[in-house]
């Protein structure tokens, strides 16, 4: 796929009609910002889905106590996309998306030091923290490749930027998932072998009970589920908040060294509404 885009945008250049219009990408903001609001969607989307199993699986709440955890992350979203909206209209998209992913970056680290404690206590103010970096980010940035169209060709560029979204989310749920299973399966081969378990029959054991990590034959609850078990989630829960930690601190660096510092004074008038 990776092969096919370059070979895209040369193409499209020389072709008169046009599937889609190359231009917007000649300005480096819009590959730029595409590139920041791809890549944080890799991390920003699947963490619901890791942050409930981690609550019902590891903590041992029922289910809908679980999803109640998820209102935690929009505390934090809801105050900085407002700072984040001020800072855009005052400073330019820049400041806020390279804040929202260095604060992110620490969030995501903390937050996986805090998780074998099996406690939601330890890591309340960590989700608060990680999620706030969306709000920082994800308007400035959208609105920022959003001004750098032709009014013409904003259709378009809206587009692109969803298409760049939902792509990387799927991408990042498959890769982050892919980590949390293995792991989760390693980790359960190996206690239940130092336990004394035969490797073969504990293989097949940890395959059977990481379905836990769907939450499928679990009703919720800490008696449900073995301690070891517990501990096993929240290692295999740690691991992958250590890649979204690594995800968002190649978004920090791509926006310090990629984005302009002076984008609110380089954006065609009456354009910062859009987004």
Known sequence: ?????VVFGPVEGRTT????DVEPFRDRAFPVQNIVLGVAMAAFVPVSLFTSVYAEVAVGKKAPAASLDLLYFFLGF?????????????????????????LSCVGYFLWACRVIALSESHIVWCIVLTQARMGLML?????EAANRVPQLSYGEAAGVTQTVR????SLGLAVLGKIFASVLRSRITRTLT??????????????SISQLSSGQGSSGGTASNPHFVRLDVAEATRSVLLGMSVIMAIVFVVALFGCDAESNRNCPPNSGNRG
């Open 1 to 5: 796929m990776g092969l096919l885009l």
């Open 17 to 20: 009609h046009r599937l889609l």
């Open 78 to 102: 809801v105050v900085a996309a407002w700072i984040g909206g001020r800072m855009l209209r005052r400073i330019g998209a820049k400041r806020p998306v390279v804040l929202g992913g260095a």
């Open 139 to 143: 308007g400035q940035a959208n609105t």
């Open 166 to 169: 939902n792509c990387r989310f």
């Open 194 to 207: 130092t336990q004394g378990m035969d490797h073969d029959a504990a293989s097949r054991e940890a395959k």
